[in-house]
């Protein structure tokens, strides 16, 4: 049986794969993490049921890097999908998604330990400037084929 899948569209998938799986690592951590602090610091629910600000800081680090998670990676799907419906995933446009997607990691990184905001802001431009170019790559290979 021939494999129907190119590998610029493997890589491609992979990046979107790793990405939710980056999320999904964030929500169990940011949980894990919660669920310590309310048991550590006898955190009341009633204090945490509306608002999180009543969580430490590091519980408060986990909650944000989970909301960037549903924030740029957004774009990143999008991407793909159109990509692969127009049938225009190139190699360039593939290794630009990996690339946005170690940046997300790094950023991830970076948020929940040091956080230093410095780092985290050049990561998170960084893979901004990334992604920008994928969807510049991926909309000049639609527009060339018109």
């Known amino acids: 049986m021939v494999d129907p899948m190119t590998l610029e569209l493997k890589l491609a998938?992979?990046?979107v794969f790793a990405q939710?799986?980056?999320?999904?690592?964030?929500?169990?951590?940011?949980?894990?993490?919660?669920?310590?602090a309310i048991k550590v610091n006898k955190i009341p629910l009633g204090d945490v049921?509306?608002?999180?600000?009543?969580?430490?800081k590091d519980a408060l680090k986990h909650g944000n890097n989970l909301d960037n998670q549903f924030q740029f990676p957004v774009l990143?799907?999008?991407?793909?999908?159109?990509?692969?419906t127009l049938e225009a995933v190139s190699m360039a446009f593939s290794l630009a998604c990996i690339g946005f997607v170690i940046t997300r990691?790094?950023?991830?990184?970076?948020?929940v330990t040091r956080n230093d905001v410095?780092?985290?802001f050049t990561?998170?431009?960084?893979g901004v400037i990334i992604l920008a170019i994928?969807?510049?790559?991926?909309?000049?290979?639609?527009?060339?084929?018109i």
């Open 20 to 36: 939710v799986a980056l999320t999904f690592y964030a929500v169990f951590r940011m949980g894990v993490v919660r669920l310590n």
């Open 76 to 84: 990143l799907y999008t991407a793909v999908l159109f990509a692969i």
């Open 13 to 15: 998938l992979l990046a």
């Open 105 to 111: 990691f790094a950023h991830r990184f970076v948020q």
């Open 123 to 126: 990561l998170f431009l960084l």
């Open 49 to 56: 049921a509306l608002s999180s600000t009543s969580y430490p």
């Open 134 to 145: 994928a969807w510049l790559i991926l909309g000049l290979d639609v527009i060339t084929k």
């Open 118 to 120: 410095r780092l985290r």
